[in-house]
């Protein structure tokens, strides 16, 4: 099974401002992963797929990059419906798997 | 627009049966994998299987495999997920998903929570 782990665990930052989350994977999973959001109470939603690519509806803000072992989730202005909690899971290693999430809190 | 509306909060002690559902609309539901991810409380997300419905072709995470069973009712466009006997850790948030081919959640449902006491 392939370990994903997120960096930071918590990431304290005010609107406004750039966040910069990471992913990395024990095993290479070429370009398949994703990042999703999940809010208080809601459930998740998918906002980048294989990597680099938005899902329908996603604003321009939120891009993704990373490729083998290591990705990158950015916000390049946070504001302030982006205070979530963010996932990435990899699909290329059987059984898919999620990271343990990265906490997008207000400073 | 698709939906996947699930049933509702369920309270259970040990031991007990259960089966939770998930109706899906607004898509070809022969067409598309459908499946469970669960999370317990204050913690992330874990996939647990998927199934086809074209085919019925189920897949378990390890770590759920012989502990739940994934099915459909093509009817009824409804996923279920049900546990034979419960444990207190089955506790948690279950939510329905759509995966697209490649694996990824394209749509989710609002969650299910059960909670398993006595």
């Known amino acids: 099974e392939s370990v994903l782990t997120q960096s930071p665990a918590t990431l304290s930052l005010s609107p406004g401002e750039r966040a910069t989350l990471s992913c990395r994977v024990s095993q290479s999973v070429s370009s398949y992963l994703a990042w999703y959001q999940q809010k208080p109470g809601q459930a998740p939603r998918l906002l980048i797929y294989?990597?680099?690519n938005r899902a329908t509806g996603i604003p321009a803000r939120f891009s993704g990059s990373g490729f083998g072992t290591d990705f990158t989730l950015t916000i390049s202005s946070l504001e302030p419906e982006d205070f979530a909690v963010y996932y990435c899971q990899q699909r290329s290693i059987w059984p898919p798997t999620f990271g343990p999430g990265t906490k997008v809190e207000i400073k | 627009e698709v939906q996947l509306v699930q049933s509702g909060a369920e309270v259970k002690q040990p031991g007990e049966s259960l089966k939770i559902s998930c109706q899906a609309s607004?898509?070809?539901?022969?067409?598309?994998?459908i499946g469970w991810v669960r999370q317990m409380p204050g913690k992330g997300l874990e996939w647990m299987g998927i199934i086809y419905p074209g085919d019925s072709i189920t897949r378990y995470s390890p770590s759920f495999q012989g502990q739940v069973t994934i099915s459909v009712d093509l009817s009824i466009s409804t996923a279920y997920l049900q546990w034979s006997s419960l444990k207190a850790s089955d506790t948690a948030m279950f939510y329905c998903?759509?995966?697209?081919?490649?694996?990824?959640?394209?749509?989710w449902g609002q969650g299910t929570l059960v909670t398993v006491s006595s």
């Open positions: 607004g898509y070809s539901f022969t067409s598309d994998w």
């Open positions: 294989d990597a680099s």
């Open positions: 998903a759509r995966f697209n081919n490649a694996w990824y959640v394209v749509d």
